[in-house]
């Protein structure tokens, strides 16, 4: 056993370190976090200054007890977990689980994996600073408050199944006022004018009216004016200017320039940082900090000389925006400016080209311009005519790298204009004026939502992907899939003295990859907004953000902070559960003209719908479920009443009635027990049999065998997670290595026997009379089913040891514990909150003595 023990958090990142030091030093990972609060209870004693319950997971227990031995035979022990709030507490965590010793404990931090950083964190020890663990401590707790409160209020208030979070519901009240905005936005016209001139030399070059026309009778009136119009260079001026590098990338900077440039998502930016900063390419991943070490800066001179020349070399400090900067203390770059490109998987390269490309330009000289401005005057009318050109003199920095942009500018520079003088006449080509509408503000994307967050001091490096993600997977928000509709504009063309019109048409409303609000994610952020003001509130949520950076910097006690917090929450809580009406986002449309009862849309059990009729009234009410382009803001009276003719019978084929309706995934058409999804945009309305019929058909030959292996058939599909075959109940996924579309029978037999061979390696103990399976499940996992029920087993289970009755006890504990929240949910529907949380709390402290 080697001497000294270094623990990190990822096993990539232990083999990666191992490399660097000797045979006198072991590195082994501790897979992230081992202990945390308890999933299925609260997990914190509010009453005994808010002590925290941490436990270490079944699945961390191996882990845990593995490095318990190792740290015993070692001679010292090197905490090495990430340099941020939350691998310190990872270390503190390790510490305490492990019993190690203070005098065998050592704590270090490297910024990049890199010999010379790692021998020089082994060279400069330290101890565990606990402010930075109180502040990770104080962040856990109070979003374990607020989730674990709030999300039974929603429960019972909205709509069952759903959660809170304090940072994914503030981000969750961007994108829905984002969306409010948009919708009571009101397009005005006006009219962009655009020229063509040539000079004496007839060179050709484009101008603009600096204002545009606000109506076609203005429009008009101007080209009218305009015949035989003479027009001249009034004014030139020509400013040398300068252009400056963007510093090199922080987290958020970083997540914004992928989504711009290379189109990744957030939680795929920081999924591939993660895996080139463990593969040694790069410095630590989630940082708020611009600066460079003075050797990175050292090292960045050397390359620029080399590679372009000493001129194109300017040394660069940089001074960080983000008031409180918690993670490592240095900007994201190369941990080695001389490797312009890496040997890794694609995405990772050009991710890492983007990186090395900030970095390097950021200790570039500047981009020297010249810019350009002409007025030119008509003697038909005062206004003037402008022409901007920008000419780069000198490349600088820009040889290598420009900060993209998040919207689309119309006023790009026109580039080089040509030679002309004051006076000088001019021989217009054409007056071009365009019906141009204002935009309303653009939806979020990833990286605008995340540029936005950090504007207002909200979330940390750490938070944005998993904050985007969570509020994704509650279906709270979804991105964009609408192509936009068409809407006409009119052109003027100034031409001879002539004028000529002619209407076009441009697609407006694209919402694709764009953050968008869905129903329930409204109507919960209604309801929290209304009810929870305070932890909705944008500087409410900062100033939480500058608390916990108070406590990381050892100026305020974490307790302080929780108890300043809770005070004013729990009571809030209490108020709401007791008091709040049912939110469900109704809005009344108008009466049904047959019953006389009221018509809404609301959010349902299954998600959004209209509704003939309330529960209150003797019958049941009659619901209709929205067409997936319909929202609850948006349906119209028309509309609802439309919904409610489907059903919609349409015949009978093969003795089975055939329908058409909308289920809670969309529209359909169902025959007998079978049910064939519309294609995107078919409206079930105006499906007709001979469209219904054409489609079952399709399903039909789609579901016919394309070949027979041992007398059963093979079905040939397409899914979710792509081609796949359908033989014997089982569906086996087809590769890229074959030709979905020209599959042979070799390849076939090839397919299904392959499947068979994983199963069985996959199979443990089959009871085939008990109908009772113990499998290898994914990521080292073991599966125990019967049935429907699965039943999902840590790594550390001795699944070949297991026995029929230790299985069958296994799925009848998992059978009764899913059983009775069913019916303890019935029994205590009604009950107050305030009893459920002092239920929470007495039990948290039994646990705790």
Not at 304 to 319: E, Q, V
Not at 582 to 601: F, H, N, Q, Y
Request: glycine share 6%; net charge positive.
């Amino acid at each position: 056993m080697a001497k000294n023990l270094v623990i990190v958090e990822s096993p990539a990142k232990a083999k990666t370190i191992e490399k660097f030091l000797g045979k006198d030093y072991k590195v082994a990972s501790s897979f992230g976090h081992i202990a945390d609060l308890p999933s299925k209870e609260l997990g914190v004693d509010v009453d005994n200054d808010f002590k925290p319950k941490y436990i270490v997971n079944k699945d961390k227990k191996d882990v845990v007890r593995k490095l318990s031995k190792m740290a015993k035979d070692s001679e010292m022990v090197w905490l090495a977990s990430d340099e941020d709030r939350e691998g310190e507490a990872i270390a503190w965590h390790l510490a305490d689980e492990l019993d190690l010793k203070k005098d065998k404990t050592k704590r270090i931090v490297f910024s990049e994996i890199t010999k010379t950083a790692i021998q020089r964190a082994i060279e400069n020890p330290r101890e565990i600073d606990y402010n930075l663990v109180d502040a990770q401590k104080a962040r856990r707790i109070l979003d374990r408050l607020v989730g674990y409160e709030l999300s039974p209020i929603l429960w019972r208030k909205v709509k069952g199944g759903l959660s809170a979070g304090r940072v994914q519901s503030v981000s969750v009240r961007l994108i829905v006022e984002r969306e409010r905005e948009i919708i009571d936005f009101s397009p005005e016209a006006s009219f962009r004018v655009d020229a063509q001139f040539k000079t004496s030399k007839g060179d050709a070059f484009k101008a603009k009216l600096p204002k545009n026309l606000k109506s076609k009778e203005e429009v008009e009136s101007f080209l009218d004016s305009q015949k035989q119009a003479k027009f001249t260079v009034d004014d030139l001026t020509k400013k040398p200017a300068k252009k400056s590098p963007a510093p090199p990338f922080t987290t958020s900077t970083l997540q914004q320039e992928a989504a711009r440039k290379l189109y990744f998502s957030v939680s795929k930016t920081m999924n591939m940082a993660q895996r080139l900063y463990e593969a040694g390419h790069i410095t630590y991943m989630r940082t708020d900090s611009v600066n460079l070490s003075s050797q990175a800066k050292e090292s960045a001179k050397d390359e620029i000389d080399n590679a372009y020349g000493n001129k194109y070399h300017k040394a660069r400090n940089y001074k960080g925006k983000s008031k409180g900067a918690q993670e490592a203390h240095e900007a994201i770059r190369p941990t080695n400016f001389a490797s312009h490109q890496i040997d890794a998987e694609r995405d990772q390269q050009r991710l890492y080209e983007l990186i090395w490309k900030r970095g390097i330009a950021s200790q570039m000289s500047d981009a020297e311009l010249e810019r350009t401005n002409v007025k030119i005057s008509s003697d038909k009318d005062d206004r003037q005519f402008t022409a901007n050109g920008e000419v780069v003199k000198f490349d600088g920095f820009l040889k290598v790298y420009l900060e993209g942009k998040d919207d689309d500018d119309e006023e790009q520079n026109s580039g080089l204009l040509p030679a002309m003088s004051v006076g000088e006449n001019l021989t217009n080509d054409y007056i071009q004026a365009t019906e141009r509408y204002t935009r309303p503000p653009s939806r979020y994307t990833e990286a605008s939502l995340v540029k936005k967050l950090e504007e207002l001091g909200i979330g940390r490096p750490s938070t944005y992907a998993p904050t985007i993600s969570t509020i994704q997977n509650r279906k709270y928000i979804e991105k964009g899939n609408v192509d936009g509709t068409e809407r006409e504009y009119v052109q003027y063309t100034f031409k001879n003295d002539d004028i000529k019109t002619k209407t076009l048409s441009e697609k407006v409303g694209s919402d694709k990859g764009k953050l968008v609000p869905t129903d329930v994610g409204m109507v919960v952020n209604d309801f929290l907004v209304k009810h929870f003001k305070g932890i909705l509130d944008y500087n409410f949520t900062a100033k939480l953000e500058q608390d916990f950076d108070e406590v990381a910097e050892g100026n305020a006690k974490w307790t302080k902070v929780m108890k300043d917090f809770y005070i004013h929450f729990h009571p809030n809580v209490l108020d709401v559960a007791e008091n709040a009406e049912r939110e469900v986002g109704e809005r009344i449309l108008g009466k049904d003209p047959e019953t006389g009862k009221p018509v809404s849309a609301r959010l349902g059990k299954f998600g959004p719908m209209v509704q003939i009729g309330s529960v209150e009234d003797d019958e049941k009410p009659r619901f209709a479920s929205l067409k997936p382009e319909q929202t609850l803001a948006s349906v119209t009276y028309e509309e609802a009443m439309d919904l409610f003719k489907l059903p919609k019978k349409l015949g009978e084929y093969k003795d089975e009635e055939v329908e058409a309706n909308i289920g809670r995934y969309g529209p359909y058409v169902r025959f007998g027990k079978k049910f064939v999804s519309l294609d995107k945009g078919e409206d079930p309305l105006d499906v007709s049999y001979d469209r219904a019929i054409e489609l079952i058909k399709a399903k039909e030959k789609a579901e016919e065998p394309i070949y027979y292996y041992k007398d059963k058939g093979v079905q040939k599909g397409v899914g979710r997670f792509g081609p796949y075959l359908k033989w014997d109940g089982m569906f086996i996924n087809v590769n890229k290595k074959y030709d979905f579309d020209n599959l042979s029978d070799k390849d076939i037999v090839e397919l299904i026997e392959d499947k068979i061979q994983k199963e069985k390696d996959k199979l443990i103990h089959h009871w085939e009379d008990e109908g009772i399976k113990v499998e290898k499940a994914r990521w080292g996992r073991f599966k125990v089913s019967k049935g429907k029920t699965k039943v999902e087993l840590p790594k550390t289970t001795d699944a070949e040891a297991l026995t029929l009755d230790e299985v069958k006890a296994i799925l009848e504990k998992n059978t009764k514990s899913k059983k009775k929240p069913a019916k303890k949910k019935t029994a205590t529907k009604k009950k107050t909150t305030s009893k459920k949380t002092t239920t929470k709390k007495s039990s948290t402290k039994k646990n705790s003595k």
